[in-house]
């Protein structure tokens, strides 16, 4: 698919014209992937009448790919029993998903109209918290015994891959009562004397995670050792589920969202997670930013009455007033990206606390330089435009200050939080924005005044 | 490998105390990835003290592992032989990566070192850019013949499997141009009947991605069709190579790198791409973080050139100067929300153009809502401070419409950056906060002068 717009359009038209089989043909034409994605773009009505279209096999695969809004949506919006059995034909993993973010009675109704062992299984997978492995993993892994010739371990593979619906990365081996021992990978199954023993090609030491672990962990383990897919096993070392990569995919992404949004001011985790600040109510959103933009607004209370008591120095330079927000926007903006390069540099790994120094000492200089050659032009320009050699000098000692001291605080920051073991994302919230507001605008008056004193 | 600072302190003790068997045992009881973490934290003599200590295995490992830079350093440092047999061990697109990074003449020398055949292989993924498929893709692939039979196919597998070092995702059918026909699944190959032909069981409709892809594009339908794997091919469909995920990991964090650095006004893109603003020589860091400042610079001497023509109101009331600060520091920081919200939502395909209206009118009520608690709020302390009822009133009002404007500002600018086709993160540079600034000030200003010559 090639224009999402114009195919958006398309499927609309055909709506319109009522030609039924032709939107049919069409629909049916794209990967479940794309059309989730045109489903996103769809008015409730016309998703709907879109999604009647499909045949059931592919109805559950579209679903697979929503997003649990729509996914909530739609299941609500179609015929029970239907819905029953879209959802037994997800995998488990994404059956829960669904589940969970129902209404209480809602998954309830539905777990007791899916087959037994499915209902069971999927009852398990609720009790995990969300943002844990267990909540993620799915539990349908490919397990052998240790015992079995390798002969035997490719005939149980071929049956069992049959049987259910399981993806083939690693087989994992357990004994009698599930224990995880050992992995074996496809390729040296495939490549070992078949009456060799399951027990003498696996491996022993293997990366595996707990079902608490939280899914910032597993992305990092998977980020670091680049699986596809990694165990789970619970407190005895039974082997609960399977981790894959695409799964953790999601969390990335979700992980990167919290960290953007974090460090725009907007609180990400309100609670209510079902909501989100794009797509919730209004209310929600306002919930989400007000937070951070009421610590500005103290912040900047701070600055207001600091900068008042200098209202001689107003009255008696009006045009140093003009120059605040020049000093205000300069010294946020290096700031800003101070902290942005401490703040992606520790969360991809390339900064840790150990060199801490070495990056304060290098963004300083940075610092320093920038707001030289700023200084400098600042001079420059307000002298040739005021025609007033001491302003220009003060306006532009105080911005080179102004942005050495930026930098350092938004190189030190992230770092101090870091070593507190707070999240470093905090620090491009406001409040180091308000306090090098608050800074820059006490260096330049107290220069500007005892300047005004002194000539 | 649980704390990493506590690990690299026990490695440099070791190192201090001189006991080579300790130091050389320690450190072969941590995975690969682990020992590549320890490096980014060592100095370049500790690094290649301790990586000396490792077995030839684990030093091919390790390479892998390591960051572009650490890796050209380490094969630099070394002795040349031991080098080339190093790189001859690395996966094809490893090894291309590396010659990649290295000066011209330097990976000359190690492709004329190397065994012809995989020199030959190397010198051909030279040849594509480093940012598209064929740059990221690695060329083994595992292929069947379309006539074979499904015992055939498996057995050409358990061959090939074990001759090279191949990862098994899916088998792609070709035939004897290697033109790609299609592709099995493991699963399916060994859960079908072994007389079977390929082309029975072959999935023929597949996704694939062209050679002269950008890695952006690959990532999209990575994500969008959770793929564990995509194959490349050449403009005559000619199977080329495959791309496998954990490529595709390193694109997305490297675009997300990019995307947060740029919305911070840190210019990314400056042709010399060996180098980093975190880890590249000051000056690089200085020319890449200058051009958005500089065009704060011109902004906001715009809203200086603005704000000194208001010398008289100034004059009149001092105290109004000092309210300046906290009307662009809030204004600012509620358009950032806005704008980080949109790039982002548009970056993981939540906010689409078609629906960019909504999204317009939806921030614009959340924007005047937030204005409207804060201009209260913003009235009643003025008011209660200055004892001034109307000073009170025209701050308050001015942070209601300053807040409104620039999240409206905030929403738009980003949609209309992608409309015309621009990368709507460069609307978080400093451009738009300029201008809120500006217009945010006029706004401000034009109200309070308007009231003092009312009253």
């Not at 891959?161 to 995880?180: C, G, I, N, Q, T």
């Not at 953007?260 to 209004?282: A, H, P, R, Y």
């Not at 937070?291 to 001689?312: N, Q």
């Not at 120059?323 to 942005?340: D, E, H, K, V």
């Amino acid at each position: 698919m090639q224009n999402l717009e114009n195919t958006i359009d398309r499927i609309k038209e055909l709506m319109d014209a009522d030609t039924e089989q032709q939107l049919r043909d069409e629909l049916s034409a794209y990967h479940s992937a794309d059309i989730a994605d045109i489903f996103q773009q769809l008015s409730p009505e016309e998703r709907i009448a879109c999604f009647t279209k499909l045949d059931e096999e592919k109805e559950a695969e579209v679903i697979e790919y929503l997003t649990p809004q729509l996914q909530v949506e739609i299941l609500g919006d179609i015929d029970e029993e239907l819905a029953s059995r879209l959802i037994s034909k997800l995998p488990h993993d994404d059956a829960a998903d669904v589940l969970g973010d129902m209404e209480e009675d809602e998954s309830q109704a539905y777990l007791d109209n899916l087959p037994e062992k499915f209902s069971s299984e999927l009852r398990e997978l609720l009790t995990y918290n969300d943002d844990t492995a267990g909540g993620i993993m799915n539990p349908k892994v490919l397990t052998v015994g240790y015992t079995m010739s390798v002969k035997d371990a490719l005939e149980t593979i071929r049956i069992k891959a049959e049987e259910e619906s399981m993806e083939l990365y690693y087989v994992y081996v357990v004994d009698k009562h599930s224990h995880l021992l050992g992995v074996v990978s496809l390729r040296t199954l495939l490549t070992s004397p078949v009456n060799l023993s399951i027990s003498d090609i696996m491996i022993k030491d293997i990366v595996k995670v707990h079902v608490d672990d939280y899914q910032g962990h597993i992305a990092d383990i998977f980020m670091k050792y680049q699986f596809n897919a990694l165990p789970v096993v619970d407190l005895y070392d039974h082997l609960k589920g399977i981790v894959t990569w695409d799964d953790v995919q999601d969390v990335v992404e979700e992980e990167t969202t919290d960290e953007i949004l974090t460090s725009s001011g907007i609180v990400t985790d309100l609670g209510d997670d079902d909501d989100d600040v794009l797509t919730g109510s209004i209310a929600h959103a306002i919930k989400a930013r007000t937070p951070w933009l009421l610590i500005t607004l103290i912040g900047e209370f701070i600055a207001v009455s600091i900068t008042s008591r200098y209202d001689r120095t107003f009255t008696a330079l009006p045009v140093i007033a003009a120059f605040m927000p020049l000093l205000a926007g300069l010294g946020g903006n290096i700031g800003t990206q101070s902290i942005t390069l401490m703040v992606r540099g520790m969360s991809t790994g390339q900064i840790a606390l150990k060199s801490g120094w070495h990056y304060i000492w290098r963004e300083t200089i940075t610092g320093l330089s920038i707001g030289c050659i700023f200084g400098a032009v600042v001079t420059c320009v307000t002298w040739g435009w005021q025609h007033h050699v001491g302003l220009g000098l003060i306006v532009g000692l105080a911005m080179t200050l102004n942005m050495t001291i930026a930098t350092m605080i938004g190189t030190c920051t992230p770092l101090i939080l870091k070593k507190l073991k707070c999240d470093p994302a905090v620090a491009s919230g406001p409040v180091i924005a308000t306090t090098i507001d608050v800074i820059g605008l006490a260096v330049y008056l107290t220069l500007v005044t005892w300047y005004l004193i002194s000539v």
